[in-house]
């Protein structure tokens, strides 16, 4: 499996990858162009990495007129190190527009229980400078209700999932014309007098974390491939490591990013089936055209609207799919909803992320990834229209996937007994070589792919930390 998924990966770098994203060098009207929303969740960065973000999607290739910076501020929080709140410092950071009338709040229904489902937000629009690019910015502030505002704390803090569907539950009623609630209609007109379009225009939308450095040219190979298949209806780039040097936590990291994308998302996007894109950095498309100038919903549809909009946590299954790893639950619910249509990755789309630089916080987060892994694998195993037969299917990987997560531990234990057992004079040579040739095929891979020997050494650096990993799981896991 592991030389079938390699070669298969070398092949992608080779003949499809560079074919991803390709753009028409014809030039092309205005008006034929895709619109996109670029939707920032943010929650308590500082201002540095909020004009990181900003920066960076304001310098993008892709055409001014058709882009829509559509930034969320999950609730009244003040990060750490901070003097303001987060809202504040995106507004700060903002030039609003002076005729605009002043933001009232404006209620919704959240994600909560009880009275948390009530949630109101206010919206401020404005444009974004950069150099010489001028932005149109769309600020999203949840405030909370007047009796959260005046308890304190996080008033109107829902999480990031509540973020994402103000976007999705927005667009599902703008494409159906239904009823909106009193900050989606406040959207809606404030949309049209910002950019000048109806929110129908748009077809797509690039999810971005507030700490994501997003490269310039990335949105357009991201739209060229959604453009070019009709068929696609998510799609990632590939996330590097922006702070690799500053502990050894990222320097661990670094390898791992690389393989992740350039191994496992390759092969998945062969086969039209990546199983999760990261929410830091991906593009999803909210309607696709069908026929005649119809449309059919992807991203807006109403069952997955309803589903990734559920508050059932009552089972440890749900919780695990809800609450640990909303980013890979959505990308299940557009696999198990559209088993025909594809998840691709892009490898010319390519972004910058802040990974954790403590061994704790890594740990937290890698633990909460792995758990949301089985879990929508489980569930993706059970979808029964995904493309392949037998060992060429999608079903096939996703249970190779899903065994190789389980048994990662003790196949770890397993490698450190082997070379235990070699030391002490047992024949163990041949299940050695074979556990070295895969780190080489590995190792050749990087190069055929880059052509960066630096990213051996990244390998080396992830190799020789794998121990202190493996230890301080196994010492979590006996005290907890």
């Given at each position: 499996?592991?030389l079938?998924k390699?070669v298969?990966?070398?092949?992608f770098?080779?003949?499809l990858?560079r074919?991803l994203?390709?753009?028409?060098?014809?030039?092309?009207?205005p008006?034929t162009?895709?619109?996109?929303i670029?939707?920032?969740?943010c929650?308590s960065?500082?201002?540095?990495?909020?004009r990181t973000t900003?920066?960076?999607?304001?310098?993008?290739?892709?055409?001014?007129?058709h882009?829509?910076?559509f930034v969320i501020?999950?609730?009244?929080?003040t990060g750490?190190?901070?003097?303001a709140?987060?809202?504040d410092?995106c507004?700060?950071?903002?030039?609003?527009d002076?005729?605009?009338?002043?933001?009232?709040?404006?209620?919704?229904?959240?994600?909560?229980?009880?009275?948390?489902?009530h949630?109101m937000?206010q919206?401020?629009i404005?444009?974004?400078?950069?150099?010489?690019?001028?932005?149109?910015?769309?600020?999203?502030?949840?405030?909370?209700?007047p009796?959260e505002?005046?308890?304190?704390?996080?008033?109107?803090n829902r999480?990031k999932?509540?973020?994402?569907?103000?976007?999705m539950?927005?667009m599902?009623?703008v494409?159906?014309?239904?009823?909106?609630?009193?900050?989606?209609f406040?959207?809606?007109?404030?949309?049209?007098?910002l950019t000048?379009?109806?929110?129908?225009?748009?077809?797509?939308?690039?999810?971005?974390?507030?700490?994501?450095?997003?490269?310039?040219?990335?949105l357009t190979?991201?739209?060229?491939?959604m453009?070019?298949?009709?068929?696609?209806?998510g799609?990632?780039g590939?996330?590097?490591?922006?702070?690799?040097?500053?502990?050894?936590v990222?320097?661990?990291?670094?390898?791992?990013y690389?393989?992740?994308?350039?191994?496992?998302?390759?092969?998945e996007?062969?086969?039209?089936?990546v199983t999760?894109?990261?929410?830091?950095?991906?593009m999803?498309?909210?309607?696709?055209?069908?026929?005649d100038?119809?449309?059919?919903?992807?991203?807006?549809?109403p069952d997955i609207?309803?589903?990734?909009?559920?508050n059932?946590?009552s089972?440890?299954?749900?919780?695990?799919?809800?609450l640990?790893?909303?980013d890979?639950?959505?990308?299940?619910?557009m696999?198990r909803?559209?088993?025909?249509r594809?998840m691709?990755?892009v490898?010319?789309a390519?972004?910058r992320?802040?990974?954790p630089?403590?061994?704790?916080?890594?740990?937290?987060q890698?633990?909460?990834?792995i758990?949301?892994?089985i879990?929508?694998l489980?569930?993706?195993?059970?979808?029964p229209?995904?493309?392949?037969?037998?060992?060429?299917?999608?079903?096939?990987?996703?249970?190779?996937?899903?065994?190789?997560?389980v048994?990662?531990?003790?196949a770890f234990?397993?490698?450190?007994?082997?070379i235990?057992?070699?030391?002490?004079?047992?024949?163990?040579?041949?299940?050695?070589?074979?556990m070295?040739?895969t780190l080489?095929?590995?190792a050749?891979?990087?190069?055929?792919?880059?052509?960066k020997?630096?990213?051996?050494?990244?390998m080396?650096?992830?190799?020789?930390a794998?121990?202190r990993?493996?230890?301080?799981?196994r010492g979590?896991s006996?005290?907890?």
């Amino acid at each position: 499996m592991t030389l079938i998924k390699f070669v298969a990966a070398i092949a992608f770098d080779w003949f499809l990858g560079r074919k991803l994203g390709k753009a028409s060098s014809k030039a092309r009207a205005p008006d034929t162009l895709s619109h996109v929303i670029v939707l920032v969740t943010c929650y308590s960065e500082n201002e540095e990495g909020l004009r990181t973000t900003f920066d960076s999607i304001a310098r993008s290739t892709y055409s001014n007129d058709h882009r829509l910076l559509f930034v969320i501020a999950d609730g009244d929080v003040t990060g750490a190190g901070n003097e303001a709140s987060t809202p504040d410092l995106c507004i700060k950071v903002m030039d609003r527009d002076p005729d605009a009338p002043a933001p009232t709040p404006c209620s919704y229904v959240a994600i909560g229980d009880g009275m948390k489902q009530h949630n109101m937000a206010q919206v401020y629009i404005g444009h974004y400078a950069c150099d010489d690019v001028r932005l149109p910015y769309m600020l999203i502030v949840k405030c909370g209700t007047p009796e959260e505002r005046a308890a304190g704390g996080k008033a109107g803090n829902r999480g990031k999932r509540d973020s994402q569907l103000i976007l999705m539950q927005w667009m599902r009623k703008v494409i159906f014309n239904e009823r909106m609630s009193p900050l989606e209609f406040d959207l809606f007109e404030k949309t049209r007098a910002l950019t000048g379009v109806t929110p129908d225009k748009y077809d797509m939308v690039l999810m971005v974390d507030a700490d994501t450095l997003v490269m310039p040219d990335a949105l357009t190979y991201m739209v060229a491939a959604m453009e070019r298949d009709p068929n696609v209806m998510g799609l990632c780039g590939e996330t590097r490591v922006a702070n690799k040097r500053q502990s050894w936590v990222t320097m661990i990291q670094v390898y791992e990013y690389y393989i992740s994308h350039h191994l496992g998302k390759a092969f998945e996007s062969i086969f039209g089936g990546v199983t999760c894109l990261p929410g830091c950095f991906c593009m999803y498309r909210i309607k696709a055209p069908k026929y005649d100038g119809y449309s059919v919903p992807v991203l807006a549809n109403p069952d997955i609207v309803e589903m990734y909009s559920s508050n059932d946590t009552s089972t440890l299954h749900k919780k695990n799919l809800l609450l640990l790893g909303e980013d890979r639950y959505l990308t299940t619910l557009m696999l198990r909803a559209f088993p025909k249509r594809k998840m691709i990755y892009v490898p010319k789309a390519v972004c910058r992320t802040i990974v954790p630089d403590e061994f704790r916080v890594l740990l937290s987060q890698r633990r909460r990834w792995i758990n949301s892994t089985i879990h929508n694998l489980f569930e993706l195993i059970l979808v029964p229209e995904l493309c392949g037969i037998f060992c060429c299917s999608m079903h096939f990987i996703i249970f190779m996937e899903l065994i190789g997560t389980v048994v990662l531990p003790a196949a770890f234990v397993f490698l450190l007994a082997l070379i235990v057992a070699g030391i002490a004079g047992s024949d163990v040579g041949l299940p050695l070589l074979f556990m070295c040739a895969t780190l080489m095929l590995q190792a050749f891979l990087v190069l055929v792919t880059t052509r960066k020997a630096v990213y051996v050494m990244w390998m080396g650096v992830f190799l020789l930390a794998m121990p202190r990993n493996r230890q301080d799981r196994r010492g979590r896991s006996s005290t907890s």
